[in-house]
Nanobody, 125 residues
Framework: VQLQASGGGLVQAGGSLSLSCASS????????MGWFRQAPGKEREFVAS????????FYADSAKGRFTISRDKAEKTAYLQMNSLKTEDTGIYYC???????????????????WGQGTLVTVSS
């Protein structure tokens, strides 16, 4: 599975950005795609993920109410709509995929088998 993340950029606090993660290659009957981020000097952390079928989302507390994860099954692409961005949302955002049912571990970095290259999100004050 190959993952290609895009959509990062520079935005002012309070603004919005939409990230995309296009997947290609092997497909799975059970599949999760997720977003993680890594701020400078910090560990990579969970942001959101989605169970491909039937599209159930999971969010970090920091993302709830501001971010929305979705997927287009036909395009094999996951999206992360980020609204009301804060300076603390700054970081490299990585998309990830797991070829299996990981419902109980959807927030665990180690549950994901495939990773994209990351896209930089910078939120200025």
């Amino acid at each position: 599975v190959q993952l290609q993340a895009s959509g990062g950029g520079l935005v002012q606090a309070g603004g919005s950005l939409s990230l995309s993660c296009a997947s290609s290659g092997r497909t799975f009957s059970r599949y999760f795609m997720g977003w993680f981020r890594q701020a400078p000097g910090k560990e990579r952390e969970f942001v959101a993920s989605i169970n491909w079928n039937p599209g159930i989302p999971f969010y970090a507390d920091s993302a709830k109410g501001r971010f929305t994860i979705s997927r287009d099954k036909a395009e094999k692409t996951a999206y992360l709509q980020m609204n009301s961005l804060k300076t603390e949302d700054t970081g490299i955002y990585y998309c990830a995929a797991a070829g299996g049912l990981i419902t109980g571990r959807a927030r665990d970095l180690g549950a994901y088998d495939y990773w994209g290259q990351g896209t930089l999100v910078t939120v200025s004050s």
